[in-house]
């Protein structure tokens, strides 16, 4: 079992820059690979970022790419999100989850799920 804590969100301006993290407990934190899904308002989730197991390998949604930055330190349980030149429309609840194996596009491929953070970027 994984629990996963969200934090780092808030309010921001458009063009500036916020950087969410996720705290995960339990063990074989290394085995699992890690996603980072928002949801705006009256909208379904959707795919941000992933990351492999080893973080050797990295995959962005078309819409944040060049903009955002996933990361994961396994020594120390936890992934990042790294959002620079933010925009308007990035405004949502952002959620990190953990998959052991699958799509890392598919959100009902992920097992674990945090409580969600809420970025919010103003014009």
């Known amino acids: 079992q994984v629990q996963l804590v969200e934090s780092g969100g808030g309010l921001v301006q458009v063009g500036g820059s916020l950087r969410l993290s996720c705290a995960a407990s339990?063990?074989?934190?290394?085995?699992?690979?890690m996603g980072w899904f928002r949801q705006a308002p009256g909208k379904e989730r959707e795919f941000v970022a992933a990351?492999?197991?080893?973080?050797?390998?990295?995959y962005y949604a078309d819409s944040v790419k060049g903009r955002f930055t996933i990361s994961r330190d396994n020594a120390k349980n936890t992934v990042g999100l790294q959002m620079n030149s933010l925009k308007a429309e990035d405004t949502a609840v952002y959620y990190c989850?953990?998959?052991?194996?699958?799509?890392?596009?598919?959100?009902?491929?992920?097992?674990?799920w945090g409580q969600g953070t809420l970025v919010t970027v103003s014009s």
């Open positions: 990351t492999s197991w080893s973080g050797g390998s990295s």
């Open positions: 989850a953990a998959q052991y194996s699958g799509s890392y596009l598919r959100a009902d491929e992920y097992t674990y």
């Open positions: 339990g063990r074989r934190f290394g085995s699992y690979s």
